[in-house]
């Protein structure tokens, strides 16, 4: 797995920033705060943007950016304000069989990650990383209502019904 | 860089997200575990974008990105609403699919 | 070569309405939005939209029928020239005008929408425009005063749209939007009162039982575009979901034969479905819940025969799929033959005069499959354009009596007989449909059945042409039974006048409860009149009526085979012919020119040995490609037809004597005969509870799949997903206590909480668990999953 380019700069920031997500995921689904729970949340968001970068797919990254770290956080915790007046640490915030979780998810660890290992191996994600290049957003949109714009049509059409389903589910009435 | 490890760290954080949507109570922190299965997939996209030359999974990723605000808007929608019902939202208070 | 000259010469006129007969159906689609908008604000309630959508609709379709009729003839005309210089076959190949536009694309796929003009095309579009139009003009007096009374219109427009689009369909997705659409008018407007359960009931098993045919709809297409789409791709640049490029891939023998016949025999099961074919026949009876027009319409001329233009428009797949070209016994041609027999047998047992029709048309339908499974598709097609007028005039007259004669009640025993006096107009037509309908010469039902008859016969299947015979028998008897109980005979119940009292007694008992509101509305229009009995419907049903009576009696004549061949202008007009044709030049022309392939004659009339070359006997050569297979057409014999008319003369004729001496001499030897013979009173049973299928599917299947399934999971939610959490539970007793002291204290960002954290999650995961539970689910899917990929990665290494 450890790959003869080890000392790229890229492996080096993946190394980092993946550890960096990892504990901030675990912190997420293990805390006792919401709200710290939303803030680590951000950490993983954020790495994600910057995985992205890696990737070489700049407007997804700006995108994550903007729609998770900025609105979908701040959804977060306007819905924690809104539920629950105490913003503190809990104690229950655990299911009664919360153990549970454990044995599925390393189970499905370990089969994706065997897969992935047996499938992929030590194969490289491209040749010279030197040569990746930011993709234009141009091309993107060209991708977007291009080929794919059934799907583009398919998914304005539920961003209109969640639109209206938030205000008819969340509407005093 | 490897394809492995996108991949690997795309199943990391779905299994966390996993463990977090068996194991939280919370409705909100159910939501939030959600997010990090979303996240997942989207690296994962990415990952394949690369490797194939195409930008087709850019687009997807973007599709996801979309997707999941509508998501976390309804689902935080349907936590008000069962809050001001039941003045919880402690998911295993929510039993009436019990056969 | 002279012939590639001729390619290029002959070039064949076409027209404004057959380049532009994609507007037929929208018309009607944009008056059906406008109704839905602005119906209710009009001065005749949307109904005016509705009719003039229809004419209209109408127009253009004659007009695009016109224009085929000029293209024909001006290739026809040329050929002829030619043949009398001895070159050619007299047959040409008349291109349909295909026209299509992207509709929408999703990666690499792209699907059109636009229109394939044929005959078959065209012969249904004008038999749709019509009656839908003549069905609202109708029911613009039949649904008078009615509470849905826009919406009963705007759904009937739609329809419209929807069969007229599926009928235009250049390919299997339009086909497929098409056929939903009416599926999903025909749920609606047979619930159009569904304020009684029976109704809404009826709806819903109409759209569950044509909706397990659709299944194999949508698998049938996918088979075939999966198998067709590389070869129409490369050879005719067109998708494999195009029809015209399915049929030549059928033809071109390079088709995988096992694709050929699942994709054949999944899409014959959507047919079986929506043209209410044995054993999915059941909903149709039922569907006559619906307003009358909603019956005459949907439920016996157009929206049913559906599944016959389907097998007949993409012809070639069945023909190979199904080996028709064989005198073997062939899945289409079975399916039919039972059909006509089980279906004409249970007409006998119906009191409701509705449910007499519509297991004729069953019946009848079951001689269209019949004749396209044994290789008479111009007849099943011709067949399809009769019957849709004389049995819209059936249920139309049927409508007629119930609206003014028998005061709403359909119960021929009950409510009717002897109103041929009081409805004069009414009981004309009904007769003429009848006669039409059981084929008497020389009405309508004369040329199509027995055309198909006589051609099964000559196609081989003997054993069939005696099923089709006896039907013919079994149709004049049951059509004599339901015209003596409603026409003659003693007047009986609300025919009589008595029942009249008694039912607005019961409405006013009544007028409280919102449940009958409905009912009541629909009857209410009727006060007008309540005083008198039995009594001739207003013009507005009675032209209709007479319009569809007259055609009932000539349409037969546009294909009138005894009289030779100069009268068989559907067979010039309608058939595609089975000719070679060469794809380089039929490609290059585009739409809207035809040419003509001069080929050798490679079929021959006459005999009935096999012939040796043309389409689907022999595969094209590379660059040419088959449309059509070659099939035989009877040549007309006066005995055989003599056979079937002194045939339907017998059922006529002992019917109506059995009639009068049973039901009103009340002759002694007859009344209580199923009483006294077993053997009888069991074969009523028998046929009096439909065969048992309703009973076999709601009682057997639908008990022994779905109530097993309920009772395992039931079972498994109680021992083993209940074990499986109080194992985990037990187990992690202690391993809980440990883990959250150990673990989850240095996690907690207050060691206050902590303690108290973990003495009540050890409590927590103590306590027995419930099933109900979000999270148990989840982690029974999850986990589900994660063993299922386990399995396929030990499977796979």
Same mark, same amino acid.
């Given at each position: 797995m450890v790959a003869a380019d080890l000392l790229v700069a890229q492996n080096v920031a993946f190394g980092i920033i993946s550890l960096m997500m990892i504990v901030g995921a675990l912190r997420v689904v293990t805390v006792n705060n919401v709200v710290h729970a939303a803030l680590w949340l951000v950490v993983v968001l954020s790495g994600a943007a910057a995985q992205y970068l890696l990737l070489s797919a700049e407007f997804v990254a700006i995108t994550q950016i903007l729609v998770y770290v900025g609105a979908v956080m701040v959804l977060f915790l306007f819905g924690t304000m809104l539920t629950r007046a105490r913003i503190g640490s809990e104690s229950d915030l655990n299911n009664k069989n919360w153990a549970l979780g454990i044995p599925v998810a390393l189970l499905m660890l370990g089969v994706m990650s065997y897969v992935i290992i047996d499938g992929f191996g030590d194969e490289r994600l491209i040749e010279n990383p030197g040569d990746m290049e930011p993709i234009p957003v141009q091309v993107i949109s060209d991708d977007i209502f291009g080929p794919y714009l059934l799907p583009f049509w398919a998914l304005s059409f539920v961003l209109l019904v969640a639109v209206i389903g938030a205000i008819v589910l969340a509407r005093k009435d | 860089m490897l394809t492995t490890q996108f991949l690997l760290l795309g199943a990391v954080l779905f299994c966390i997200g996993v463990y977090g949507v068996l194991a939280r109570k919370n409705a909100v922190m159910v939501l939030m575990s959600i997010e990090l299965i979303l996240n997942s997939v989207n690296i994962n996209l990415l990952a394949f974008s690369v490797r194939h030359g195409s930008v087709d999974g850019n687009t997807f990723a973007l599709y996801i990105i979309a997707i999941a605000a509508a998501e976390v808007g309804v689902g935080l929608a349907m936590v008000l609403l069962i809050y001001r019902n039941r003045r919880t939202i402690a998911l295993d208070d929510l039993s009436e699919m019990k056969g | 070569m002279l012939a590639q000259e001729m390619n290029s010469e002959i070039v064949a006129s076409s027209g404004w309405f057959l380049d532009h007969a994609w507007v037929i159906p929208i018309i009607p689609a944009v008056a059906f939005v406008l109704i839905i908008f602005f119906g209710k604000k009009l001065p005749m309630k949307g109904s005016e939209l509705g009719v003039f959508s229809m004419l209209a609709s109408l127009v253009f379709a004659g007009g695009a029928a016109w224009q085929w009729i000029q293209r024909v003839n001006s290739v026809v005309d040329v050929a002829h020239d030619a043949v009398k210089e001895g070159a050619y076959h007299a047959a040409p190949y008349v291109e349909p005008v295909i026209r299509e536009w992207t509709w929408w694309q999703s990666g690499g796929f792209h699907f059109g929408i636009g229109q394939h003009i044929d005959g078959l095309a065209l012969t249904l579009l004008v038999v749709v425009a019509f009656i839908s139009s003549l069905v609202q003009i109708y029911s613009l007096e039949y649904l008078r005063g009615d509470r849905r009374y826009t919406h009963f219109f705007a759904a009937l427009t739609l329809f419209s749209a929807g069969m007229l689009c599926m009928v235009l369909a250049p390919n299997m997705v339009q086909l497929i939007l098409g056929w939903e659409i009416m599926g999903l008018c025909s749920f609606m407007l047979i619930g159009h009162w569904w304020e009684e359960e029976a109704n809404s009931r009826a709806a819903l098993k109409a759209f569950f039982t044509v909706r397990v045919g659709d299944v194999g709809l949508l698998i049938g297409t996918g088979i075939l575009f999966f198998s067709a789409n590389s070869w129409t791709q490369e050879n005719l640049g067109v998708s494999g979901f195009n029809i015209s490029g399915l049929s030549a891939w059928a033809m071109s023998g390079e088709a995988s034969s096992s694709a050929l016949t699942w994709g054949a025999v999944a899409l014959f099961i959507a047919c079986i479905g929506k043209s209410g074919q044995f054993p999915l026949h059941t909903w149709l009876?039922?569907?006559?819940?619906?307003?009358?027009?909603?019956? @005459?319409?949907?439920?016996? @001329?157009?929206?049913?025969?559906?599944?016959?233009?389907?097998? +007949?428009?993409? &012809?070639?797949?069945?023909?190979?799929?199904?080996?028709?070209?064989?005198?073997?016994?062939?899945?289409?041609?079975?399916?039919?033959?039972?059909?006509?027999?089980? +279906?004409?047998?249970?007409?006998? $047992?119906?009191?409701?005069?509705?449910?007499?029709? %519509? &297991?004729?048309?069953?019946?009848?339908?079951?001689?269209?499959?019949?004749?396209?499974? =044994?290789?008479?598709?111009?007849? =099943?097609?011709?067949?399809?354009?009769?019957?849709?007028?004389?049995?819209?005039?059936?249920?139309?007259?049927?409508? @007629?009596? @119930?609206?003014?004669?028998?005061?709403?009640?359909?119960?021929?025993?009950?409510?009717?007989?002897?109103?041929?006096?009081?409805?004069?107009?009414?009981?004309?037509?009904?007769?003429?449909?009848?006669?039409?309908?059981?084929?008497?010469? !020389?009405? %309508?039902?004369?040329?199509?059945?027995?055309?198909?008859?006589?051609?099964?016969? &000559?196609?081989?299947?003997?054993?069939?042409?005696? $099923?089709?015979?006896?039907?013919?028998?079994?149709?004049? =008897?049951?059509?004599?039974?339901?015209?003596?109980?409603?026409?003659?005979?003693?007047?009986?119940?609300?025919?009589?006048?008595?029942?009249?009292?008694?039912?607005?007694?019961?409405?006013?008992?009544?007028?409280?409860?919102?449940?009958?509101?409905?009912?009541?509305?629909?009857?209410?229009?009727?006060?007008?009149?309540?005083?008198?009995? !039995?009594?001739?419907?207003?013009?507005?049903? /009675? $032209?209709?009526?007479?319009?569809?009576? %007259?055609?009932?009696?000539?349409?037969?004549?546009?294909?009138? /085979?005894?009289?030779?061949?100069?009268?068989?202008?559907?067979?010039?007009? $309608?058939e595609p012919s089975a000719e070679y044709v060469a794809i380089e030049s039929h490609m290059a022309t585009g739409p809207g020119e035809a040419i003509i392939v001069p080929q050798q004659n490679t079929t021959a009339e006459g005999g009935e040995g096999k012939y040796d070359k043309g389409c689907a006997v022999v595969a094209p050569e590379a660059g040419m490609a088959c449309y059509f297979p070659t099939v035989k057409h009877a040549p007309f014999k006066w005995s055989k037809a003599a056979l079937s008319l002194i045939i339907v003369a017998v059922g006529l004729i002992s019917s109506w004597m059995f009639c009068v001496q049973y039901y009103t001499r009340r002759n002694k030897r007859l009344v209580g005969l199923t009483e006294r013979s077993k053997v009888l009173r069991g074969g009523y049973a028998f046929l009096w509870n439909k065969y048992y299928l309703d009973a076999l599917y709601e009682k057997v299947i639908v008990r022994s799949i779905a109530h097993p399934i309920a009772a395992a999971a039931a079972w498994v939610n109680q021992n083993i997903l209940d074990g499986i959490v109080n194992g985990v539970g037990k187990v992690s007793r202690r391993v809980a206590g440990w883990v959250y002291r150990n673990i989850d204290q240095r996690v907690v960002d207050g060691a206050v909480n902590g303690s108290g954290a973990a003495a009540r999650g050890t409590g927590g995961a103590l306590r027995p668990v419930q099933s109900g539970k979000v999270n148990q689910y989840g982690a029974l899917l999850f986990a589900a999953a994660a063993i299922g990929a386990l399995i396929l990665v030990i499977i796979n290494t």
């Open positions: - | - | 009876p039922d569907a006559m819940a619906g307003p009358t027009p909603v019956s @005459s319409l949907l439920h016996s @001329s157009t929206m049913v025969v559906a599944g016959v233009f389907l097998v +007949a428009r993409v &012809y070639p797949v069945f023909w190979e799929g199904m080996k028709i070209g064989d005198t073997n016994i062939n899945f289409i041609v079975l399916i039919g033959g039972i059909t006509i027999v089980i +279906a004409a047998l249970l007409a006998f $047992v119906q009191n409701d005069i509705k449910k007499v029709l %519509a &297991y004729s048309t069953v019946s009848q339908l079951g001689y269209m499959m019949m004749g396209l499974g =044994a290789g008479a598709w111009l007849p =099943a097609v011709f067949h399809i354009f009769t019957h849709a007028f004389f049995k819209a005039c059936l249920f139309l007259a049927a409508g @007629s009596v @119930s609206h003014s004669g028998s005061h709403h009640s359909f119960d021929m025993k009950k409510d009717m007989g002897g109103l041929a006096k009081k409805m004069p107009i009414t009981a004309t037509t009904w007769i003429i449909s009848t006669l039409a309908l059981t084929g008497v010469f !020389p009405l %309508a039902g004369f040329f199509s059945k027995d055309e198909i008859i006589d051609n099964v016969g &000559y196609g081989g299947y003997n054993a069939f042409m005696i $099923v089709g015979l006896s039907g013919a028998f079994l149709t004049a =008897a049951y059509m004599t039974r339901a015209t003596y109980l409603t026409f003659f005979g003693k007047a009986r119940g609300a025919a009589a006048g008595e029942h009249h009292d008694e039912h607005d007694a019961h409405a006013d008992a009544h007028d409280s409860h919102d449940a009958h509101a409905a009912h009541d509305a629909h009857d209410s229009h009727d006060a007008h009149g309540a005083d008198h009995g !039995p009594h001739e419907s207003p013009k507005l049903i /009675t $032209v209709p009526l007479m319009i569809l009576a %007259a055609l009932a009696l000539v349409a037969g004549l546009s294909n009138a /085979t005894p009289f030779g061949e100069s009268w068989e202008r559907f067979k010039k007009y $309608v």
